[in-house]
């Protein structure tokens, strides 16, 4: 395995966290661990590259705020607003990296970005500030991003079909209902899991809290994140009243990952 490090840029849903015209305690709470962009991770490899997993609305936030000066190669989940609105933002890293950066997804994933982006795709020339430059690749199966080993795992959100992500003993499984029949060798055997978990309530799209207890539980990893949060949980209330061995997620918390080299 090869030392790497998650860095986690959002661990919100959709709506982010303080939410748009909310007065809840979480929405106005003071604990920065309660200030949630959307999700997404940087999975930063050293001497290999610097993997994105989705592109928020949040990109350009995160990217400040993180000091992020490359991306190797950018992973969609799935093509949902709060996971692809922030491609545009990859202008800058074409800028300073003066080259395509590789992007990898699904065909139904490319259809909606070639659809929402069309001035990034249709070759047409325009003046002004450019477009985002990516080397298209469609995953059907293992691949390689930035010389590292990934594997896709299926995972149903509500009734559509999307991608969680194994990188060696790491695996981030957001924006998931349930974990398909197949997808469980996939997941067999890692030491970190990050996995979604909305609130409390049944939601028809996402994991509850106990939903996903219960699938940790059946994964068994040494240690797991909850992620894609919304305003119903708190951070210190929530935490208090988790198992060992699991936590909640929070923007800007690294923590250290083996992967394997491609």
């Known amino acids: 395995m090869i030392p790497a490090r998650v860095l986690f840029l959002g661990t919100g849903t959709s709506a982010g966290v303080p939410m748009v015209g909310c007065t809840c305690d979480v929405c106005r709470s003071t604990d920065p661990r309660d200030k949630r962009l959307r999700p997404s991770i ?27 000066l490359r991306i190797d190669a950018i992973l969609y989940t799935h093509g949902h607003a709060d996971h692809i609105l922030g491609l545009d933002d990859v202008r800058g ?20 970005l070639r659809r929402v982006f069309y001035y990034a795709f ?20 293992p691949f390689s991003a930035a010389g590292v080993c990934v594997v896709p795992v299926p995972l149903w959100h509500g009734d559509a079909r999307i991608l969680g992500f194994r990188f060696g003993d790491f695996a981030y499984l957001t924006d998931c209902s349930a974990i398909p029949h197949e997808s469980w060798p996939l997941v067999a055997g890692v030491d970190t899991l990050v996995i979604d978990a909305l609130r409390d309530t049944k939601h028809a799209t996402h994991f509850s809290v106990g939903e996903a207890l219960e699938a940790i539980a059946a994964i068994a990893p040494r240690r797991a994140y909850l992620t894609h949060m919304a305003h119903q949980l708190g951070h210190a209330a929530t935490s208090a009243r988790l198992p060992a061995g699991v936590e909640l997620a929070y923007d800007g918390l690294v923590i250290e990952i083996g992967v394997e080299a491609a």
Not at 44 to 67: K, N, S
């Open 122 to 141: 249709d070759g047409l020339p325009r003046k002004g500030g450019g477009v985002p430059r990516l080397e298209p690749h469609e995953i059907e199966g």
């Open 42 to 68: 940087l999975v930063d490899v050293p001497a290999h590259g610097a993997i994105l997993v989705d592109t928020t609305p949040d990109l350009r936030q995160q990217a400040l705020t993180y000091d992020i």
């Open 93 to 112: 890293f074409n800028f300073a990296q003066k080259i395509a950066i590789p992007c990898y997804a699904t065909t139904d994933v490319w259809e909606h």
